[in-house]
């Protein structure tokens, strides 16, 4: 994976990625770039009648962007467009872009969550949506996001997916609470058993020094993670011999079943972890009640945040890697957080506008206007450092919002957040470079089976199912050998894995 990450390094972001090693102070979602004027107007804006474009897509701000926000006032009138956006929280975008997909009444720009839907895949091979290959090479910005990145996307050979780009370290992975490990006497943990002591610490020794009985270790977010890790892989699938292997059916897996039915049993995890949604968890952390918070290196500030309003000492440090016997490992980004596309109803002339919008979007200027909003109303530069105002927040601009619609390539978008200390950014940046030593990709990602579109999400809830309730203690680790040595004897699960295998082989031989 290192030499993937240079490869899109030098490719994609050498401009953004030189400014920030010369100002070493500059926000990832700005790109390096400099503020742009309140009155500026983009190249992209033409003249007539503003195109009209509706988009759905998701935010994690604590409020959706309103209609009339001044950012979105700014884009229409950079790129002479009237944006009807539909803003969905993280706990309801799967199942609305679910009903939107099954209803076809779909918005001119719309926001899929991963390969994995397959209702989505299913319809963009019956030819619901753009095929955007020959397009794209008209569109500076979007033609500089990463080769590697947009191939991985690509259905039947072709471009139909426009990804919400992300770097590729820096992602989803755990956060521990540095003041409670040293408030316990521990030192950061790196291998499993340095993990577990550090959790069963922070729910046994009172780690906020209350006198009470009130902390967790770990909130249960992303749990399969922990799983992953007695893998070494990234998610179900690894590469082992030149060929992928099902994890599900080795024996990593069982051992981080039982090793997340021994965090339950001691109380780690919350008695109702799994019936917790993305907001409950994010509030947890924020509420100071668990040391161990899953998120993006950027994106659990919002926690740090929330929890520092209760202990002005709090301070998640994002962990470099953690070691079981399968060896050390991380998890490295997809490359994308979310991915676009757009329904063939949408007439060609309107397509183009909306590959413009996209495209202006991924300039350092739109990318620094959805990121950071207006200077001087949503920002202000100190020192060559971006911070936001009490303006920001009301009109919730911020990488959670825009920026979750408007994407520039940049190797440490993950390291920064509007608001957060120098050095908490300096700190990120380093952790993000080091990630680069340990990351495990997902090698299955933009890979397909016809076998698993039809019967992959029966397959996945049965074994879901069966793992939440030997983590819960429901049913013993035999059943869960039980249930893999059926799937082993299942006609259509071993085609599955033969279609994935032959899917990866065709890859890897340029197919």
């Given at each position: ?182 408030n316990v006497g521990l030192k950061m943990p790196h291998t499993m058993d340095e993990f577990y002591t550090a959790l069963k610490a922070f729910v046994d020794k009172d780690p906020d020094k209350n006198g009470k009985a009130d902390t967790y ?295």
């Open positions: 994976m290192k030499e993937i990450g240079r490869v899109i390094t030098s490719k994609a972001a050498p401009a953004s990625l030189a400014f920030i090693m010369v100002a070493s102070v500059l926000s990832a979602c700005s790109g390096g770039a400099t503020p742009v004027s309140t009155t500026g107007t983009s190249a992209t804006a033409d003249s007539g009648t503003p195109t009209e474009i509706s988009i759905f897509t998701e935010f994690s701000t604590p409020e959706p962007p309103a209609a009339d926000n001044p950012v979105t006032k700014e884009f229409e009138k950079r790129t002479n467009t009237k944006l009807n956006i539909t803003w969905a929280s993280p706990n309801a975008w799967e199942e609305k872009q679910n009903v939107m997909l099954a209803s076809g009444d779909m918005p001119d720009l719309m926001k899929i969550k991963d390969m994995k839907q397959t209702q989505a895949i299913n319809m963009i091979k019956q030819g619901a949506f753009w095929d955007l290959t020959p397009y794209l090479k008209d569109y500076k910005n979007l033609s500089a996001y990463p080769k590697e990145i947009m191939d991985s996307v690509k259905v039947n050979g072709k471009q139909y997916i426009l990804p919400s780009v992300r770097p590729l370290h820096g992602s989803s992975f755990f956060n521990i609470r540095q003041d409670w490990l040293d270790g770990y909130n249960g977010k992303n749990w399969e993670k922990v799983i992953d890790i007695f893998n070494k892989s990234n998610g179900k699938w690894k590469e082992a011999g030149g060929k992928l292997v099902d994890t599900d059916l080795e024996q990593g897996t069982r051992d981080g079943l039982i090793y997340l039915n021994k965090m339950y049993k001691d109380k780690i995890l919350p008695e109702d972890f799994i019936a917790m949604k993305t907001t409950d968890f994010e509030n947890m952390a924020k509420a100071g009640k668990v040391g161990v918070q899953m998120d993006t290196t950027e994106g659990v500030f919002r926690s740090t945040e929330g929890a520092q309003k209760l202990d002005p000492k709090a301070d998640f440090v994002a962990m470099n890697y953690l070691e079981s016997p399968a060896g050390k490992m991380v998890h490295t980004g997809s490359g994308f957080a979310g991915l676009y596309v757009i329904p063939k109803k949408v007439p060609e002339a309107k397509m183009k506008k909306i590959l413009a919008l996209m495209d202006y979007g991924a300039s350092e200027e739109g990318f620094e206007l959805a990121c950071y909003g207006l200077k001087d109303i949503h920002f202000k530069v100190v020192d060559g450092f971006k911070t936001a105002t009490e303006q920001a927040v009301k009109d919730s601009v911020s990488q959670s919002s825009f920026g979750k619609i408007f994407e520039r390539f940049d190797p440490y978008l993950w390291a920064y957040r509007v608001g957060m200390p120098k050095a908490t950014f300096e700190r990120n940046k380093k952790i993000v470079d080091d990630r680069a030593n340990y990351g495990v990709a997902d090698v299955s990602i933009g890979l397909l089976s016809e076998v698993d579109l039809k019967m992959g999400p029966d397959y996945k809830k049965k074994m879901d199912d069966m793992k939440v309730k030997v983590i819960m203690g429901k049913e013993p680790i035999e059943s869960w050998d039980a249930m893999v040595k059926t799937f082993k004897t299942d006609a259509n699960y071993m085609k599955m894995i033969e279609e994935f295998n032959k899917a990866y082989q065709d890859r890897k031989n340029g197919k």
